[in-house]
């Protein structure tokens, strides 16, 4: 089993991710491809479980996680062939009609008080 995961947000929130990345790995057996933009490489170099996928491009996994509600986001994720696209979001405000056409699933579970990677980990439900 693959997955792969979308997330375009800053370095910091990319670190913060990582939990969740893991959860991931240990589920699959695989190492996570993410798609993100190329200025988190060096983050990216001290996470062993993950590989980084590029900023677009067409991938294929038997899974794809979305932690970011951007429309850019959701077009890299709609160019991705996988049998479940997942979307999380913490606000339902910010769900948008291309988030319907390109997700299967959809999570709105609110933020709350929650620690970000905490919030991040839970939300990866295998």
């Given at each position: 089993?693959?997955?792969?995961?979308?997330?375009?947000?800053?370095?910091?929130?990319?670190?913060?991710?990582?939990?969740?990345?893991?959860?991931?790995?240990?589920?699959?057996?695989?190492?996570?491809?993410?798609?993100?933009?190329?200025?988190?490489?060096?983050?990216?170099?001290?996470?062993?479980?993950?590989?980084?996928?590029?900023?677009?491009?067409?991938?294929?996994?038997?899974?794809?996680?979305?932690?970011?509600?951007?429309?850019?986001?959701?077009?890299?994720?709609?160019?991705?062939?996988?049998?479940r696209k997942r979307l999380?979001?913490a606000d339902r405000d910010l769900l948008?009609?291309?988030?319907?056409?390109?997700?299967?699933?959809?999570?709105?579970?609110?933020?709350?008080?929650?620690?970000?990677?905490?919030?991040?980990?839970?939300?990866?439900?295998?």
């Amino acid at each position: 089993m693959s997955a792969l995961v979308v997330f375009n947000k800053q370095l910091g929130d990319t670190v913060l991710l990582e939990p969740a990345l893991h959860r991931l790995q240990r589920y699959t057996g695989r190492r996570v491809h993410l798609i993100t933009r190329a200025r988190v490489l060096p983050v990216l170099e001290l996470m062993p479980q993950v590989k980084y996928a590029g900023e677009f491009g067409w991938r294929s996994a038997d899974s794809l996680w979305c932690y970011d509600s951007s429309s850019r986001a959701a077009w890299q994720a709609l160019f991705c062939r996988t049998r479940r696209k997942r979307l999380m979001l913490a606000d339902r405000d910010l769900l948008r009609p291309m988030h319907r056409w390109t997700f299967s699933e959809i999570a709105c579970d609110p933020f709350g008080n929650r620690y970000m990677a905490k919030y991040y980990w839970e939300q990866t439900n295998a």
